[in-house]
């Protein structure tokens, strides 16, 4: 894959205003979206995983603000951008998103035909029934039969499934160069979830999509990911090639989070679970958020932030245990069975 | 739909048909002194004769046919003591008209100027206008309302005076207190003071239901798809937000068409509003039968247009059978 970023976030700071209290969400992150990739970004709830997608749309909550840092999208800064008029060019136009519950993300009280074609309006300027052909075109690419008919109902007339069908089809009517999945399959059954995955990649490939994925299901990354970002306590702290993340971790806390895969739990015995919480994001955090739960915790993990590391050209790891100095700590003995095939 | 509709109609119309026998049997346990102008006077057999010739000796089935198929003539009977012997008919038909149509203005300046007050706090939340709009739905909820009508009609008589007359000079006429139907001016008061009550009420309302509504997801996909914020409140935000208000609108217009009985004393109004009060101090009971009907018959037919009218604008209830997950 040639490797142009389409997308790339540089130190990047977001701080929430939240009862009087500062609270820093985003801290300093980096990152490059490649044209054409798919890359997943993982972490538990509140690591911020949400909130780095929504910087780039600004649909963040009017509590939260960019401190510092850029997002460089096409030659301009969009952490600069201020008005919502800026926005909205952005806004489904350069970057879509689907959300994570289509039982509540369609307006109950407009055909599903009206919400589509509202932002065709909005960024094709397609009127009348140029803009009613394109709606049902997107339709049948999002795999729903009768477009004619379907077209003119109203959500509550569709399943969950379909519904999904119908917020994907909203978000690349107007072909996107990047999408963004919000936890698309979470609210889904097993068994649609698979479908609906496997509809978002042949999108992907037909619209020529850059797509990220923000989700804390490591079943659904193996399945799409080109590339992982992992995220803990608002910072990356372990991104590479999914094949690189999932066999070859290096950070503890992405250890950690692969030892919770209950699909390598033994019968019979407790799940893996993580020790302690994540760090209170209204204090300061210093040296690796992490250090406090990690049991291969160093000195210096508690008093300075670890750099990235790079393990390989598309591997690199937050995490001191890559100094040439630290001592060398094996990854736990549950991941061999990662590499051995098993689960996932 | 329209098997929603018939099923509506005749749910009303049950309804209507239990009310009424309740009202009228109800009025037939009264003390027949409520059908005539001076009982005292008149002796056992004058009194057994015109109860006889009113059918009020037949059995109550009987009575009860008689009344239906009177109504169903638009005969509500004639007054007792309020008015001797003048057809219900007659004196509602002279007493409706200003009430209806101080109700429907009234109506016009709640819905006009609360529903914009409701949407602008939910658009401002916690800032300006919600803050006004707060103090403004505190104050009306809290004061009662004999108060500051008092205040409104003294204090605002003087100010309606003085911009007549900073607007047409000295030749300008003053009004009085009270209400007089053939100067527009003297409507300004009494339509202000009933729509102050229904303005809070649409405000709070609209404003709590497009709060909820905003922080739904359909809204924040909107958003993610490009749609302009002001787009976003009136499209998708504000519509939503009234199907659930939509349903108390027509019966709140017709419980303020059927008159304010403070209003309507205050101005000294010739309305509806009095009206009932009145017949049952006076012990008519033809009367009282009659307007109490016609009260019912207003809250009937206000849910009935409420829930024809929520029908019409979401989708989801006009729907008599599941359809769904498929």
């Given at each position: 894959m040639k490797k142009t970023p389409i997308l790339s976030v540089q130190g990047l700071n977001v701080k929430f205003s939240l009862r009087g209290k500062t609270l820093h969400?985003?801290?300093?992150v980096s990152l490059d979206l490649y044209k054409g990739e798919t890359l997943a970004i993982v972490g538990e709830s509140g690591s911020g995983k949400s909130v780095l997608t929504k910087t780039f749309m600004g649909l963040m909550d009017t509590n939260g603000w960019i401190d510092s840092g850029s997002i460089w999208y096409e030659g301009k800064d969009l952490a600069q951008y201020k008005t919502e008029k800026e926005w909205l060019a952005i806004r489904g136009k350069e970057i879509a998103m689907v959300l994570q519950d289509p039982m509540t993300s369609l307006?109950?009280?407009?055909t599903i035909g009206a919400q589509i074609i509202e932002a065709l309006k909005l960024h094709q300027h397609l009127e009348g029934p140029a803009a009613h052909q394109r709606m049902i075109e997107t339709l049948m690419d999002v795999g729903i039969p009768d477009p004619e008919r379907r077209a003119k109902q109203y959500p509550h007339e569709f399943s969950g499934g379909m519904r999904q069908r119908v917020v994907i089809a909203i978000a690349i009517a107007c072909k996107p160069k990047i999408l963004i999945c919000d936890?698309?399959?979470?609210?889904?059954d097993v068994t649609i979830q698979a479908q609906i995955l496997h509809l978002i990649r042949e999108l992907v490939r037909k619209y020529d999509l850059t797509t990220v994925y923000i989700t804390h299901d490591l079943g659904v990354v193996a399945n799409v990911a080109d590339r992982v970002a992992v995220m803990y306590a608002g910072d990356i702290i372990e991104i590479g090639e999914s094949r690189e993340v999932f066999?070859?971790?290096?950070?503890p806390y992405t250890w950690a989070l692969l030892s919770s895969l209950p699909q390598l739990g033994v019968k019979g015995e407790d799940l893996f679970s993580i020790k302690g919480t994540p760090p209170n994001l209204f204090l300061e955090i210093k040296g690796d958020a992490f250090a406090p739960r990690n049991p291969h915790a160093l000195k210096i993990d508690f008093e300075e932030r670890p750099p990235f590391f790079d393990v390989s050209p598309t591997h690199k790891a937050r995490t001191w245990l890559l100094d040439p100095r630290a001592p060398k700590v094996d990854p736990p003995q549950i991941l061999q069975r990662l590499r051995k095939g098993e689960g996932v | 739909m329209a098997k929603y509709l018939i099923k509506r109609i005749g749910q009303s119309l049950l309804t209507l048909f239990i009310i009424l026998t309740v009202v009228f049997i109800m009025v037939r346990q009264m003390p027949i002194d409520g059908y005539f102008e001076n009982i005292d006077k008149l002796d056992e057999a004058v009194i057994k004769a015109t109860l006889d010739n009113m059918g009020l000796n037949d059995p109550i089935l009987v009575q009860l046919k008689d009344f239906f198929l009177d109504l169903l003539q638009g005969d509500l009977g004639t007054s007792a003591?309020?008015?001797?012997?003048?057809p219900i008919t007659k004196i509602v038909a002279e007493k409706a008209p200003i009430s209806i149509i101080l109700g429907v203005l009234s109506m016009a300046v709640s819905l006009i100027l609360g529903i914009p007050l409701g949407a602008a706090m939910a658009r401002s939340k916690n800032k300006f206008w919600d803050k006004f709009g707060t103090l403004f739905i505190v104050l009306i909820n809290a004061v009662p309302a004999a108060v500051y009508y008092i205040y409104i009609q003294s204090y605002g008589t003087s100010l309606v005076n003085m911009i007549m007359h900073l607007i047409q000079g000295e030749e300008a006429a003053k009004i009085g207190m009270l209400f007089d139907q053939t100067r527009w001016v003297t409507w300004i008061l009494p339509v202000f003071s009933m729509s102050l009550g229904n303005i809070a009420y649409y405000a709070m309302w609209l404003r709590r239901y497009m709060v909820d509504e905003m922080n739904k997801d359909y809204v924040r996909l909107a958003r993610a798809k490009g749609v302009d914020s002001k787009k976003i409140t009136m499209r998708h935000v504000f519509r939503n937000a009234f199907v659930p208000m939509i349903q108390y609108i027509p019966t709140s217009l017709l419980y303020t068409v059927g008159g304010s009985i403070y209003i309507e004393s205050l101005y000294s109004i010739p309305g509806m509003g009095g009206l009932l009060v009145e017949v049952i101090q006076r012990q008519d009971n033809p009367m009282v039968q009659a307007i109490v009907m016609i009260y019912s018959c207003i809250g009937i037919v206000g849910m009935l247009l409420g829930d024809i009218l929520m029908a019409v604008i979401d989708p989801r209830i006009s729907l008599t059978r599941k359809e769904g997950a498929r």
């Open positions: 969400a985003i801290r300093d307006n109950p009280l407009k936890e698309p399959t979470t609210a889904l066999y070859d971790a290096r950070h | 003591r309020y008015s001797q012997g003048v």
